[in-house]
C-alpha cells in the first residue's frame, strides 16, 4: 500500500514526462522533512494570510520580508503619540476579510464612522449635509429635487440593478439617469468604496456589489490602527509554526530537481520549497522570476495626515466631493490609540487618475474648507503624494489576474490586492493569499528539472 500523502505525489505525477524518476524525485523531496515545505514572499495582509493557510494545512512555511516589521501597506506610522495608517483605510464588516478573521478567530476592535461628528457633501466649493439616510438625503442641500429622487430609486435598488457583461461603473452610473447630482453622487460613493477615480477602469460588477456592501454594514475605524490587524496575522502565523524572516529579501525564484523551486535571497541564502507564493507586488514579481505580467490598472491616491492639539471647533469630521475626488475623515474620532488624550488624527485624500497629480498645497486648502483653524493645531503632519492604493483594479472584461497566472512556473502563486476573483482592496488581498495557499495545497506539483 502506497501511504496516503505518497499516494498523492504519486497521482500528481502520472502523465509527467519525466515518467517514474520524476515520481522518486518527488517522494523524496517530501520524505525529507516529512511535510512539504512553502516559501511565502511578502508579509502584507496577503503574505501573513497565505503563511497562516499553509502552516494550518499541516505545511513548513518560511515568510520572507524585506523591510524591518511585517505589515507592508498595512503597517501603522506612529509619531508624537499619533498613529496613522499608510492613508485611509477601512475594514469592511461585511468583506472576505472579516469572514476569514472569525474563522481564524482573529478579533479586531473599531466603531463605524459618520455616527458622530459633522459629516458633509463638498460641492461647488461648497459644504452641504452628508445624506446618511433617505429623511438626510432629502433635505441636503447639495441636490435638486429631481435628484434625490433618482438617488432614492437608485440606492435602493442597488442590488437588483444588474451590470452588463464587461461593463464599467463609469458606463452603469450614466445608465442610472440623466441628472447630473445623482451621477456625481454615485460616482463619489464609488470612489470611497473602492478608492478608485477612473471609474472606465473599473468593473462595474465588482464596484457595485462594494459600494453595496458599504452601504449595508459600512467599515470600521481600528483603534491602534491596522497595525493591529498586521499583529493578530502574525501571531496567528507563528502558533501555527510558520516562520518569519524580517530583512530577508527575495532576489529570484528558479527550478531545482529536488524539491520544486529554490527561492534565493538578497543574501545569497537558497531555500528549496515544494511551493512558492509572491505576496508581492506585481513589477516585483517581474522581477524575482523573469516573466511578463499583461497591463494593469493601478488606482493611486495623494494623501496627507494631520495630527492635531485639538479639532477646531465647528470643523467637520467627515468629508467627501462630489465634483472631485476629495476625502478626509478625522479617525481619531471613532478609534481608539489613534491621537493623545484631547488629539485628533486627520487624513485628507485625493484619488487620482491616469497622469493625474497632487500638491500637499492642494490637500491642505481642501482641509482648510472641512476643518477652518486646523493649521494652527497641527503638531504633526506626513505627505504621500502619489500613494500606490492596489495595484490592479478588477478592469471591465478582464477582471484580474489569479493566483496561477504564472503558467511556466508551477508550483509558484501570486497573491495581493491585484489578484483574484474576489472582493477589493485588503479583501482582495486577503482573499487571494487564502486562495493561493489552498491551490498550493490541493495540486502539488512536479518538481522543475
Excluded at 442610472?176 to 472606465?200: F, H, I, V
Excluded at 475623515?329 to 478609534?335: E, M, N
Aim: glycine share 14%; net charge positive; charged share 20%.
Amino acid at each position: 500500500m502506497i501511504p496516503e500523502r505518497e499516494n498523492r505525489l504519486l497521482y500528481c505525477c502520472r502523465g509527467c514526462h519525466n515518467g517514474n524518476w520524476c515520481v522518486v524525485q518527488c517522494m523524496e523531496g517530501f520524505l525529507m522533512t516529512g511535510k512539504r515545505k512553502y516559501v511565502v514572499a511578502g508579509s502584507g495582509l496577503a503574505g501573513l494570510s497565505a503563511a497562516i493557510e499553509l502552516a494550518s494545512a499541516g505545511g513548513e512555511v518560511v515568510l520572507c520580508e524585506q523591510s524591518r516589521t511585517p505589515g507592508g501597506r498595512a503597517a501603522t506610522h506612529h509619531q508624537g503619540g499619533f498613529a496613522a495608517n499608510l492613508g485611509p483605510h477601512g475594514f469592511y464588516r461585511a468583506g472576505a476579510m472579516k469572514a476569514q478573521f472569525d474563522d481564524w478567530g482573529i478579533r479586531v476592535s473599531g466603531r463605524v464612522p459618520l455616527r458622530d461628528g459633522k459629516s458633509v457633501l463638498i460641492g461647488r466649493g461648497k459644504m452641504h449635509g452628508f445624506p446618511t439616510g433617505a429623511g438626510a438625503l432629502f433635505w441636503s442641500t447639495a441636490f435638486g429635487f429631481a435628484d434625490k429622487l433618482r438617488l432614492a430609486r437608485v440606492l435602493g435598488a442597488l442590488g437588483e440593478a444588474r451590470a452588463r457583461q464587461g461593463e464599467s461603473m463609469r458606463s452603469w452610473i450614466d445608465r442610472q439617469g440623466s441628472e447630473r447630482g445623482a451621477r456625481n453622487m454615485l460616482g463619489a460613493l464609488t470612489r470611497l468604496s473602492t478608492y478608485a477615480a477612473d471609474l472606465e477602469l473599473l468593473e462595474a460588477g465588482f464596484a457595485r456589489r462594494q459600494v453595496q456592501m458599504a452601504r449595508r454594514a459600512s467599515v470600521l475605524y481600528l483603534d491602534g490602527g491596522w497595525q493591529s490587524l498586521v499583529e493578530g496575522l502574525a501571531q496567528k502565523a507563528r502558533s501555527l509554526g510558520a516562520e518569519i524572516r524580517t530583512e530577508c529579501g527575495v532576489a529570484s525564484v528558479r527550478g531545482v530537481s529536488v524539491r520544486g523551486r529554490a527561492v534565493v535571497l538578497r543574501t545569497g541564502e537558497s531555500i528549496e520549497a515544494d511551493g512558492v507564493i509572491l505576496a508581492i507586488p506585481p513589477r516585483a514579481v517581474e522581477q524575482v522570476t523573469g516573466c511578463s505580467l499583461p497591463p494593469l490598472a493601478q488606482a493611486r491616491a495623494a494623501c496627507l495626515d494631520l495630527g492635531l492639539r485639538r479639532l477646531p471647533g465647528g470643523a467637520a469630521t467627515f468629508a467627501l466631493g462630489l465634483d472631485e475626488a476629495t476625502y478626509l475623515s478625522v479617525h481619531s474620532l471613532y478609534a481608539k490609540g489613534l491621537a493623545p488624550a484631547g488629539g485628533a488624527l486627520a487624513q485628507v485624500a485625493m484619488y487620482l487618475g491616469r497622469g493625474q497629480s497632487c500638491s500637499r498645497d492642494e490637500l491642505e486648502q481642501r482641509a482648510d474648507l472641512a476643518m477652518p483653524g486646523w493649521r494652527t493645531e497641527a503638531v504633526f503632519s506626513r505627505f504621500l503624494p502619489e500613494m500606490t492604493v492596489v495595484h490592479a483594479l478588477p478592469e471591465p472584461g478582464r477582471g484580474r489576474p489569479d493566483v496561477d497566472i504564472l503558467r511556466t512556473m508551477p508550483g509558484v502563486m501570486v497573491a495581493g490586492d491585484w489578484v483574484g476573483p474576489q472582493g477589493m482592496l485588503a479583501d482582495a488581498a486577503v482573499a487571494s493569499g487564502v486562495r493561493a495557499a489552498r491551490t498550493l495545497v490541493s495540486r502539488p506539483e512536479c518538481p522543475v528539472v
